[in-house]
């Protein structure tokens, strides 16, 4: 009997040193994006590799906008707020915001690098709208 005794206070005593020595999730990030014509500010959007993120878009132009990506694609999305999700031709994911509304968008990034994203409608990124996100490790 005392050997099994001891052996679950063993692994009990090991399950707590588990639990102490966990790292906490990583806070959540969230970055404000304004989007009119025909511009994304900021366009340059540093995020970490593992840590969520919530893109709060905010449409202040007088036209529809998207944000489209094949970065995107790649990861899982929540949407919260006045947006669609679709694809374009190329398999960019986009999300579309009318004028005046914010949408959400929050996943998880996955994968490290330098990944392109603009707004799908004809002509907004030949006109400048368009951006990066810079994924680091954490």
């Known amino acids: 009997r005392q050997p099994v005794a001891q052996m679950r206070l063993a692994v009990a005593a090991w399950c707590l040193l588990l639990l102490v020595g966990a790292a906490p999730p990583p806070a959540?990030?969230?970055?404000?994006v304004t989007?009119?014509?025909f511009a994304f500010t900021p366009n340059v959007l540093n995020l970490i590799e593992?840590?969520?993120?919530t893109l709060v878009l905010?449409?202040?132009g007088q036209i529809e906008h998207t944000m489209a990506?094949?970065?995107?694609?790649?990861?899982?999305?929540?949407?919260?707020g006045e947006s669609r999700e679709g694809e374009t031709d190329s398999k960019w994911k986009f999300v579309g915001i009318d004028p005046r509304e914010t949408a959400e968008i929050t996943f998880t990034p996955q994968?490290?690098?330098?990944?392109?994203?603009q707004c799908s409608i004809e002509?907004?990124?030949?006109?400048?709208?368009m951006g990066t996100f810079v994924v680091s490790p954490p």
């Open 35 to 37: 989007v009119t014509e």
């Open 123 to 129: 002509g907004h990124a030949e006109a400048g709208m």
């Open 50 to 53: 593992g840590r969520p993120v």
């Open 111 to 117: 994968g490290r690098g330098r990944f392109p994203f």
């Open 28 to 32: 959540p990030l969230t970055v404000q």
């Open 69 to 80: 990506s094949a970065y995107l694609a790649s990861q899982r999305l929540t949407l919260k």
């Open 58 to 60: 905010k449409n202040t």
